[in-house]
């Protein structure tokens, strides 16, 4: 689906540093003369990112295309029985990033095989969100981790940092995999997130950040983890 960005898509400028610097770049946010402070609690992110068979949302990615897209589920907490849950389609169009939000019903990953996972999904989303699911059919992996949130003053700037990540490989299982988790560098990211009419000040935070920007995405890594580098 070919769209332009909407008015209120973001820069997204991502970057990745060791764990052990965690307590340094917390401090480092906390401090900045920005005047982020802490938007919600911590909480624990969950994510099933689907593709197509042939995996065409990491091959774009790979590639670099400057238009690109992935679907995913996503939900809240350390629970596999979810009451409520998100169709979530990421957009991108060279550096602006945007989402669109399909609600979607209560998701059994306990008792529920893929199969009947994805009828269930299908079946409680809009007619658009069901476009995007049966275009990226194929869930590839489970991604966990657990993120803060920051924001400035007037919410013009964003910033959240995500630690302690677990990846678990869903081709070619029958049921959703929580047990075999696939081995991951412990590395934090820190995304910066800022609209078009704030880009003065969101440039002067990147600059001053103590670690370099990083081309980064989640499912990108995952993908690694479980599958090894593929090519584009």
């Known amino acids: 689906m070919s769209e332009k960005p909407p008015e209120e898509a973001r820069y997204e400028i991502k970057f990745v540093a060791d764990a052990t610097r965690y307590h340094e770049l917390e401090r480092w946010i906390l401090l900045n003369p920005a005047g982020f402070r802490t938007a919600y609690p911590p909480r624990q992110v969950n994510n099933v990112y689907f593709d197509t068979p042939d ?4 091959a774009e990615n790979l590639s670099g295309a400057s238009s690109r897209s992935k679907v995913r ?3 809240y907490g350390d629970t596999r029985r979810p009451e409520k849950t998100v169709l979530e389609v990421k957009r991108r169009r060279n550096h602006l990033g945007w989402k669109h939000h399909y609600a979607a019903g209560p998701v059994d990953f306990e008792n529920r095989t893929w ?3 994805l009828r269930d999904l299908r079946s409680s989303l809009s007619p658009e969100g069901k476009i995007w699911l049966d275009e ?4 590839v992996l489970i991604n966990r981790y657990f993120r803060q949130y920051f924001e400035s003053p007037e919410g013009g700037l964003r910033a959240t940092l995500d630690f302690r990540q677990r990846v678990y490989d869903q081709r070619l299982k029958s ?3 929580f047990r075999n988790r696939a081995n991951l560098p412990d590395t934090l990211v820190v995304e910066i997130k800022f609209g078009r009419h704030d880009h003065a000040l969101g440039s ?3 600059a001053s950040l ?4 990083s081309r980064n995405s989640k499912y990108m890594i995952g993908v690694g983890a479980i599958a090894g580098p593929l090519q584009a």
């Open 115 to 117: 199969s009947r996972l």
């Open 73 to 75: 589920l996503r939900w």
């Open 210 to 213: 103590p670690v370099r920007v």
């Open 136 to 139: 990226s059919p194929q869930p």
């Open 175 to 177: 049921r959703p995999n």
């Open 55 to 58: 995996l065409l949302a990491y």
């Open 204 to 206: 002067e935070v990147i």
